[in-house]
């Protein structure tokens, strides 16, 4: 099996970041991951969205470099990149992770 594409660090640009934190069930997915070190595709019944939508939303966070991707079988697992995020970009997730999520909406 072809293994999905993720950034190096090196390769994550603000534009693309902020592009995918611009939609609101991203930022959803996004604050999920915060408060779990590593979450699989089930979280669509807690976050109440089809599993198809949630699936492409985390393909677009993890093209942009928010999220990791560790596959083990045939189990997709996903954390945030928030260490590498903050060394690139000094309080910019921190800052969107701190909204609160009435404000997201």
Same mark, same amino acid.
């Given at each position: 099996?072809?293994?999905?594409? %993720? #950034?190096? =660090?090196?390769?994550?640009?603000?534009?693309?970041?902020?592009?995918?934190?611009?939609?609101?069930?991203?930022?959803?997915?996004?604050?999920?991951?915060?408060?779990?070190?590593?979450?699989?595709?089930?979280?669509?019944?807690?976050?109440?969205?089809?599993?198809?939508?949630?699936?492409?939303?985390?393909? *677009?966070?993890?093209?942009?470099?928010? =999220?990791?991707?560790?596959?083990?079988? =045939? %189990?997709?697992?996903?954390?945030?990149?928030?260490?590498?995020?903050?060394?690139?970009? #000094?309080? *910019? *997730?921190?800052?969107?992770?701190?909204?609160?999520?009435?404000?997201?909406?």
């Amino acid at each position: 099996m072809r293994k999905p594409y %993720q #950034p190096s =660090t090196n390769d994550i640009k603000l534009p693309s970041v902020l592009h995918a934190l611009s939609d609101p069930r991203r930022l959803q997915i996004v604050q999920r991951l915060n408060e779990n070190v590593e979450q699989n595709c089930m979280i669509y019944h807690e976050l109440g969205m089809p599993k198809s939508t949630l699936t492409h939303h985390l393909k *677009v966070l993890r093209e942009a470099g928010v =999220t990791k991707l560790r596959i083990d079988g =045939t %189990q997709h697992f996903y954390s945030l990149r928030l260490d590498e995020l903050e060394s690139l970009f #000094p309080g *910019v *997730v921190t800052s969107i992770l701190n909204v609160k999520p009435e404000l997201i909406e």
